[in-house]
């Protein structure tokens, strides 16, 4: 596909080779300068003349800054005359802030999209986006991408390893939330059930307790199913919870690894069993949390 031509500013660099490899498309080259007074300037040195541009770039850490940043790419790659531009956006940063908290919060997430709306590309892509309602806060066409195949072909293969019968196993959503995420691997996962964690209050102004009806996660496989992992703070808490309720064993899998600091500590000494995120966050680990490649879902 020598028409394509495909770029990553720094967040998903890894995984535009692979696009680019896996299609035997051009990888694009950028240059980014810093002047003294911190402005930034971002430019394509390729040629992207009359050529089909994907742009692969996560907004992750510092995302207002990767915005910028990449803003600046796409105005400057359709100067160049691109004959068209798709954005992969990974992880899409600032979802969380989808809906007004507090008196007076700003929607943060709806802010972004009337920002990337700006830049007129001809769509915009991303992985399970925390909340379906973002998908409304864009004029460009929008598209959030299931990660489910993936999750589905990895726990297959752990459970014909470790000789585990998918009817001992139990697919845990630690919120409502991620609901419909967990519908979507025991719908894959043919044989397994769902679990939904509750939260309450003992009382009031205490904090909220995660419960479960034992029966159900007694002496099963539970896989904790959810789209970030931030500081790790609910996921060590639903699983001492499932340990303490009988669980034979429980692991946690996550499509985007934000992993604040000291959260990966956190996760390896709790009773967790087996970790694993995608890389729509690039970062290297030890052997204690595994990790998805989510190029083979990246289309030209």
């Known amino acids: 596909m020598s028409n394509y031509i495909i770029f990553s500013l720094q967040s998903n660099q890894e995984v535009a080779k692979k696009v680019a490899a896996k299609y035997g498309a051009e990888l694009g080259s950028i240059s980014v300068d810093r002047f003294a007074d911190g402005e930034v300037l971002v430019k394509s040195l390729s040629d992207v003349k009359n050529k089909d541009v994907v742009i692969i770039e996560s907004t992750a850490k510092n995302a207002h ?69 973002i998908l409304n806060f864009f004029k460009t066409p929008f598209e959030s991408l299931p990660t489910t195949k993936l999750f589905k072909d990895y726990y297959l293969d752990y459970f014909q390893k470790h000789n585990i019968d998918l009817k001992d196993v139990v697919v845990v959503s630690p919120d409502h939330g991620s609901n419909a995420r967990a519908d979507l691997l025991v719908n894959e996962l043919k044989g397994s059930k769902k679990v939904i964690l509750n939260k309450y209050r003992p009382k009031p102004n205490l904090a909220e307790h995660l419960e479960v009806n034992v029966e159900e996660v007694k002496n099963k496989i539970c896989i904790i199913i959810d789209d970030i992992i931030d500081t790790g ?68």
Not at 272 to 282: A, F, G, P, Q
Request: with cysteine; net charge negative.
């Open 65 to 133: 800054e990767v915005l910028f940043e990449l803003l600046l790419l796409i105005d400057s790659i359709k100067r160049g005359g691109a004959k068209s531009i798709k954005l992969y956006i990974p992880y899409f940063g600032y979802s969380r802030q989808e809906r007004v908290s507090w008196i007076n919060e700003p929607i943060s997430c709806e802010v972004v999209a009337k920002i990337l709306d700006t830049a007129e590309v001809d769509k915009i892509l991303t992985f399970d986006i925390h909340h379906s309602d």
């Open 233 to 300: 703070g609910t996921i060590v808490s639903a699983a001492d919870l499932l340990v303490k309720s009988g669980a034979k064993s429980v692991m946690v899998g996550a499509s985007h690894g934000v992993f604040s600091p000291n959260s990966v500590k956190k996760l390896i000494e709790s009773p967790l069993e087996d970790i694993v995120v995608t890389n729509t966050i690039e970062r290297r680990f030890q052997n204690e949390i595994h990790v998805i490649d989510i190029s083979e879902l990246i289309n030209l």
